[in-house]
């Protein structure tokens, strides 16, 4: 049985550790909170800070930085970024290779597709079908 940690250095020269997570394998740092029933998968990674809710899916290669908060039952697709300080809504659909910036929103229930930006600090609501609606 392998260990359930590993040690990266960040940009700063600073060691952080991360552990898998039980569901999925995915790199939780220290610090971060990471409802059990969350699915990260492996080659995911959460920095410290962060705050991910029950039934959120996490995919392969999903970047979330620092003190970022994904709300219930959200799902973050494969190679997905989501920046620090942003704040993911409760069912919200984040595509695949998309990034959402710093300290941007996006609101309950939205559907972001693949490949989109959601610039730094804007606040972002769709309807069902992914698109945009007034603020």
């Given amino acids: 049985m392998g260990k359930n940690y590993i040690d990266i250095e960040n940009d700063h020269g600073e060691?952080?550790?991360y552990r898998k997570h039980v569901n999925g394998r995915g790199l939780v740092a220290h610090g971060a909170k990471v409802h059990p029933s969350a699915l990260v998968e492996n080659g995911a990674y959460v920095e410290p800070g962060v705050q991910i809710a029950a039934g959120v899916r996490v995919g392969r290669g999903a970047w979330i930085e620092s003190d970022a908060v994904i709300g219930p039952e959200?799902?973050?697709e494969p190679h997905a970024h989501i920046c620090s300080g942003a704040v993911i809504?409760?069912?919200?659909h984040i595509g695949v290779r998309t990034q959402v910036?710093?300290?941007a929103r996006?609101?309950?229930?939205?559907?972001?597709?693949?490949?989109?930006v959601i610039n730094d600090g804007e606040a972002v609501a769709t309807d069902r079908r992914g698109l945009r609606l007034a603020a």
């Fill in 106 to 116: 996006v609101a309950v229930g939205s559907l972001i597709g693949d490949d989109e």
């Fill in 101 to 103: 910036g710093t300290n």
């Fill in 15 to 17: 060691t952080l550790r």
């Fill in 89 to 92: 809504g409760a069912g919200a």
């Fill in 74 to 76: 959200a799902r973050i």
